[in-house]
């Protein structure tokens, strides 16, 4: 199959990618929008709408329109699909092949949604990739080998973990604990600890700046300013990695839950390879400090974080297109 575009998409709930054949990855944004309530009218789109969240003027509203990497709102999302495309080939843009990577665990009309989105945005045709897949290829990992490999990637909305031998998905699981859950416990912790109310580009400030799922001996520590829920005046907070660890414990748990039972149900020798080889790590929420550790005891098989882990699913799904092009 022989085409002069094509474009592999990481639909994140969080942040879309957009990988374009022969380019690579020229757009990473928030996928995100900024509306006018009422009219519905698109204000901004991606970085410069994900700025005004929690700062948008009364008659303006931001909106993620994407949630547990499926489309929850069917005409923000394919307006914010016609910005990111139409951003990455420009206006004069011929129809492109399109890739789009899906979680495990998507019904037939969530993937059908998906392809009448992209087709509608301009897309000649549309592939669909599932995420832990795309992954792999990413990370650099040959998956038409004979032999077992296991990818947990954990994304915003979502963490996919898949068993992947000869180029398909032997067994898998997809659950809606990820980054996001991450932000929303530590937005929980401080409200309860200091009694503040901070949003959710705060939380994830604190989280990349002192997370941590493993205690430490000198835990690293931050201030936090945000609004106290009684006087309503703004006040500040002292949060620690320790506070942090504690906050997302359960949701940590839950991860490492999940990857256990898929464990449990792979066949003995594909899981050989599995406790030979480790466990690969990608998406955003794979560099949350100490999580591949953690994981890693819980299930006893070492884990690693793949190299770029928050590109490795675009390029995955670069690298599917660039394979339908030959």
């Known amino acids: ?70 489309i929850s709102d069917y005409v923000y999302t394919e307006k914010m699909l016609r910005y990111f495309v139409q951003k990455a080939l420009g206006r004069r843009m011929v129809k492109p092949v399109a890739a789009v990577c899906t979680p495990c665990s998507i019904t037939d009309v969530e993937k059908h949604a998906i392809v009448e989105s992209m087709l509608k945005v301009g897309a000649r045709s549309v592939h669909l990739i599932e995420e832990p897949v795309a992954a792999a290829m990413g990370a650099g990992i040959d998956i038409s080998k004979p032999s077992g490999c296991m990818v947990v990637d954990i994304g915003g909305g979502t963490t996919d973990i898949a068993v992947i031998s000869l180029g398909g998905v032997v067994r898998s699981a997809s659950i809606k604990a990820a980054g996001n859950n991450f932000d929303a416990d530590i937005i929980r912790m401080v409200k309860h600890k200091a009694g503040l109310l901070i949003g959710k580009r705060t939380a994830e400030m604190i989280k990349i700046q002192i997370g941590q799922a493993d205690r ?50 792979t066949p003995p020798e594909l899981a050989s390879d599995i406790t030979e080889h480790g466990i690969v790590m990608t998406g955003g929420g794979s560099l949350f400090r100490g999580l591949d550790r953690v994981i890693g005891e819980e299930v006893g098989i070492p884990c690693f974080v793949a190299d770029d882990p928050t590109s490795c699913v675009a390029i995955g799904t670069g690298k599917y297109i660039e394979q339908l092009s030959r």
């Open 1 to 70: 199959m022989l085409f002069s575009t094509g474009i592999g998409i990481d639909l994140g709930t969080s942040t879309v990618l957009v990988y374009v054949t022969g380019k690579g990855i020229i757009l990473r944004e928030p996928s995100c929008v900024a509306v006018e309530k009422g009219s519905g009218r698109l204000v901004a789109v991606g970085e410069k709408a994900y700025q005004m969240v929690g700062r948008t003027p009364q008659g303006l509203t931001t909106v993620f329109p994407l949630e547990g990497g499926v």
């Open 216 to 265: 430490e001996e000198q835990p690293s520590s931050m201030e936090v300013k945000g609004r106290h829920m009684v006087s309503g005046l703004p006040m500040k907070t002292d949060v620690t990695g320790d506070d942090v660890c504690q906050a997302v414990s359960g949701t940590v748990g839950r991860i490492a839950e999940a990857v256990r039972e898929v464990l449990e149900k």
